[in-house]
């Protein structure tokens, strides 16, 4: 349920429509279209291209890695920090980054909010995983440099596995936030207004 707290209006971010315009004499969609469109060309594209690059350098470059590292090298214990790494942003490069690319393209018109519920928690989700990976290289290699004949060691297997689970644990509310939110377009009081839908913090929340 949509209410007046939940609706999200957006006023004036940029002249896409003229003060005389009617809306009602247009299409619904359309208008929606036109007005997304208008959006993505004038603020969303540096986002579209950087997402691109990434993309392109990302799902290469850790496929490489983890091939690499879990086929051809000899398996040693930090190898399996680099494998983790590699695995999550190539997960994170595979799934996250063309559905965020749709969501841009199609910002006020993207209305799926199965769709927008996975694509956050799977990018919360690798994140929080590899940030927690990253920590236990950094202990891994404190521990190594500064206390080389220290008898403990850093379990890399039960790191990664720790990891995991700490991005489950944090990262799971994304499933029921996020969502379809509803936007409001234009001015309310004139009554010249359209609605439109993009992937955010879902309406009932």
Known sequence: MVTTESIYEVNNFTNIMDENTNITDLSIFLTQ???????VKKILVPSIIYTCILFIIGVPGNALVTYVYFFKLKRKPFSVFIVALAAFDLINCLIS???????????????????????????????????MVLLGIAIARFKAICFPLAKWNVKTKLTVISS????????WPAIFLYGTRTVIFGNITL????????CLIDDNF
């Open 33 to 39: 279209k036109f007005i997304s469109d208008t959006y």
């Open 97 to 131: 980054m063309p559905t965020e690319v749709a969501i841009l393209l199609n910002f006020f018109i993207f209305d799926h909010p199965v769709i927008c519920k996975i694509s956050r928690f799977v990018t919360f989700y690798m994140n929080a995983a590899s940030c």
């Open 164 to 171: 995991m689970i700490f991005a489950a644990v944090t990262c």
């Open 191 to 198: 009554g010249k207004t359209v609605t439109l839908k993009t």
